[in-house]
């Protein structure tokens, strides 16, 4: 008789199978297009000054220290990229997919010497450049939902850091759950195209696929009625910290779990009133890419010396 671990294990191997290829079937969003239109939709939280400099704060007290160089994927509008010069970084390089995104975060560095912004993607951008730390923020791990893309972007965030580098991010995991169950819909304010704007978002999750999609609606109230200005929808790849620490482990990772966003940035949640949807929902994560093993010399073991002859001196 097969012993009943062995069948739980077979059983939990072949889900995994079943749900990588329904995930490898999947079609990827396009990141660009929703991007660009979010510079319009997330404006409040791209501009919220005091959110972007007590999560720099918070990734360096977790990094403990200022690192000298910063690789930032996915950093959208640059929000944290002040900050992180302010507290003493020297170099910055960032990527991210949303031209949109990109002009405004130029626009605000204002050709500042020591940052350089790229359009690209993670999966394929390159370079041989090595940096102290990696940072990705406003909850951006996840968005790449085939599973065949997914670890390729996560060596995008990670490879360019320098070996004993540490890479602190974001992410909803499965934090944003209960409101796929009760598929409540969020409402902010908003401007779009220069209109106001309802920005009405519900998630929903697949638990097949493990994707969560969040629909995303911009609507203008107008003499009394819903006018839907913009329709869309983004997604997210839901891994538990199990498989999230798999999925590290994969890519010869080290990971830790900080904490929730609301207690390990206390300085901004305390007495915070709003709703900031995912990202105070989210949990932080600091990943270490080893060291590199020094090659050990090698020697003749101690009863084989007599081969080398006698030693002078
Ligand atoms: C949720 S936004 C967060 C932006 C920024 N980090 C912040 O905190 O405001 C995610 C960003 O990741 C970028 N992104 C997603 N997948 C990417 C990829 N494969 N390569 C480059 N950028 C990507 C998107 O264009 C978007 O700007």
Redesign the pocket.
């Known amino acids: 008789m097969v012993p009943a671990p062995s069948i739980f294990v077979g059983l939990a191997r072949e889900k995994e199978q079943r749900r990588l290829a329904a995930q490898a079937a999947l079609s990827q969003f396009s990141?660009?297009d929703?991007?660009d239109v979010?510079v319009q939709l997330?404006r409040d939280?791209?501009d919220d000054e005091k959110l972007?400099t007590t999560?720099v704060d918070t990734a360096l007290r977790l990094m403990s220290g200022v690192p000298r160089s910063v690789f930032?994927?996915?950093?959208?509008?640059g929000?944290?990229i002040q900050a992180l010069l302010t507290a003493g970084v020297q170099r910055i390089v960032g990527?991210?997919?949303?031209p949109k995104?990109v002009e405004k975060a130029r626009a605000l560095c204002g050709g500042d010497h020591r940052v350089e912004l790229h359009v690209?993607?993670?999966?394929t951008?390159t370079t041989t450049e090595q940096f102290d730390a990696s940072i990705?923020?406003?909850?951006?791990f996840g968005?790449?939902i085939n599973s065949e893309i997914f670890p390729k972007?996560t060596q995008?965030m990670v490879r360019p850091l320098k070996p004993g580098g540490l890479f602190v991010f974001d992410y909803i995991g499965r934090g944003y759950l209960d409101r796929c169950r009760r598929a409540s819909t969020t409402v902010w304010q908003a401007i779009l195209d220069g209109r106001p704007v309802e920005d009405r978002r519900t998630p929903r999750y697949d638990p097949e696929t493990w994707v969560m999609t969040i629909d995303v609606e911009a609507v203008a109230r107008e003499h009394g009625a819903d006018n839907v200005l913009w329709r869309g929808f983004y997604q997210k790849l839901i891994l538990n910290d199990y498989w999230l620490d798999c999925h590290f482990t994969r890519a010869g990772i080290s990971l830790r779990k900080a904490g929730v966003a609301t207690k390990v940035n206390e300085a901004y949640y305390q007495g915070h009133v709003g709703e900031l949807g995912m990202?105070a929902r989210s949990t932080w994560w600091v990943a270490h890419k080893p060291p590199e093993r020094q090659p050990r010399p090698w020697r003749l073991p101690r009863w084989l010396q007599w081969l080398r002859g006698p030693q002078g001196g």
């Open positions: 990141i660009a929703h991007y979010m997330d939280v791209h972007s999560e930032l994927p996915c950093f959208g509008t929000r944290h990527v991210d997919l949303s995104c690209g993607d993670l999966c951008w990705l923020l406003g909850n951006s968005d790449i972007v995008g990202i």
